[in-house]
T-cell receptor, first 111, second 117 residues
Framework: DAKTTQPPSMDCAEGRAANLPCNHS???????VYWYRQIHSQGPQYIIH???NNETNEMASLIITEDRKSSTLILPHATLRDTAVYYC????????????FGKGTKLSVIP | GAVVSQHPSRVICKSGTSVKIECRSL??????MFWYRQFPKKSLMLMAT?????????EQGVEKDKFLINHASLTLSTLTVTSAHPEDSSFYIC?????????????FGSGTRLTVV
């Protein structure tokens, strides 16, 4: 998996958009960008993934730069329940090997 | 869909005893399962990968005789911590993959908090 770099922590006001950046400058052409989050004392939860195009689902939006060297996860209206550690992972998605977790970004949503 | 059930969620055991943790895929067949370990305020670290019907592959530094993994069916994998010691206290998380779901396929259990006293 390509190495990813994320800020260790971020704060976001409740109700505002949370924009979490991720750098993956060595990502290969067949690696997807995955985002997971882990709420305290729970297992990781899948959020979204993408290859080249921007993606949106009911949880978040994923913006991938044209050169694919970085991406941003957007939580459009952060709530207190979005407080978690967010992990950005570059992975082929082939299913035969593990996801490798970095240190992630600790997002704190503040009332 | 794609739910992974992990049990128990919490367990306290005495030093020297063994503890079994179960990981079940409830609505899909898990061709591969992964076991992770997580210390407080640290990231997840892979312990081993298991494919149904074959021996698990352990990461460097993980004692296979201490952390026994069995993946006897497409819906169940177990991790047994043998002769547990206080340093084995940690948060253990399983993940199951359904290859038919391609890149959507990684699903995690809710984790097991093991405390060895």
């Amino acid at each position: 998996d390509a190495k990813t770099t994320q800020p260790p922590s971020m704060d976001c006001a409740e109700g505002r958009a949370a924009n979490l950046p991720c750098n993956h400058s060595t990502i290969s052409g067949n690696e997807y960008v995955y985002w997971y989050r882990q709420i305290h004392s729970q297992g990781p939860q899948y959020i979204i993934h993408g290859l080249k195009n921007n993606e949106t689902n009911e949880m978040a939006s994923l913006i991938i730069t044209e050169d694919r060297k970085s991406s941003t996860l957007i939580l459009p209206h952060a709530t207190l329940r979005d407080t978690a550690v967010y992990y950005c992972i570059a992975h082929e998605g082939a299913g035969s090997y593990q996801l490798t977790f970095g240190k992630g970004t600790k997002l704190s949503v503040i009332p | 869909g794609a739910v992974v059930s992990q049990h128990p969620s919490r367990v306290i055991c005495k030093s020297g005893t063994s503890v079994k943790i179960e990981c079940r895929s409830l609505d899909f067949q898990a061709t591969t399962m992964f076991w992770y370990r997580q210390f407080p305020k640290k990231s997840l670290m892979l312990m081993a990968t298991s494919n149904e019907g074959s021996k698990a592959t352990y990461e460097q530094g993980v004692e296979k005789d201490k952390f026994l993994i069995n993946h006897a069916s497409l819906t169940l994998s177990t991790l047994t911590v043998t002769s547990a010691h206080p340093e084995d206290s940690s948060f253990y998380i399983c993940s199951a993959i359904n290859r038919d779901r391609g890149s959507y396929g990684y699903t995690f259990g809710s984790g097991t908090r093991l405390t060895v006293v």
